[in-house]
């Protein structure tokens, strides 16, 4: 398959899931290497194409019109699962996390949590990942997550759950 038409197939394939695609499963299947796949992906991003990298693999970004509001919080390693749980057991979806480092600057990460099932994949990678850690512990426990929702009154809902668990910073 020409590179062109390679490309071309990524997006198709990506276009067809919300679910994130390896690079190793789009090497596969497009019978490329995985770093050939990084390469194609890399070359769509600098055509303009809205695909996003996961820590479970790429996507296209979709517009949506849901609103979306960044809540700040603070708590321990061990209160993160608590954390996202709310978050979802309120109505909202958990976009990404991002911290602000003294050095990087602004750190920001897709974690895409918007069912129980992504909750648990993500919690079983933070527990089985040799030397991983939640990204808040360069910063103390603070950070930021973008959440999003149907619509305002679950935001706020979402909000007024970080709050009773004491870790939402105003």
Do not use: K
């Not at 390469?39 to 019109?65: F, K």
């Not at 050095?103 to 030397?131: K, M, N």
């Not at 426990?141 to 668990?165: C, F, P, R």
């Amino acid at each position: 398959m020409e590179a062109t038409q390679r490309r071309a197939a990524i997006l198709t394939r990506l276009s067809q899931t919300s679910t994130p695609v390896p690079a190793a499963v789009l090497g596969e299947e497009m019978g490329v290497s995985r770093q050939i796949v990084v390469g194609d992906i890399a070359l769509l991003r600098a055509a303009g194409h809205p695909v996003r990298a996961t820590n479970r693999g790429y996507v296209l970004a979709r517009p949506s019109h849901a609103p979306r509001r960044s809540v700040t919080v603070r708590h321990s390693n061990e209160a993160a699962a608590r954390e996202l749980r709310t978050i979802l057991a309120a109505g909202g979806s958990v976009l990404d996390t991002s911290i602000e480092h003294g050095l990087y600057g602004q750190i920001t990460v897709d974690l895409l949590i918007r069912s129980q099932e992504d909750l648990e994949d993500f919690l079983a990678r933070l527990s089985t990942t040799p030397h991983a850690s939640p990204l808040c512990t360069l910063t103390d426990g603070w950070h930021t997550h973008t959440i999003e929702a149907a619509n305002e009154e679950v935001l706020d809902a979402v909000e007024q759950a970080l709050d009773e668990l004491g870790i939402l910073q105003r």
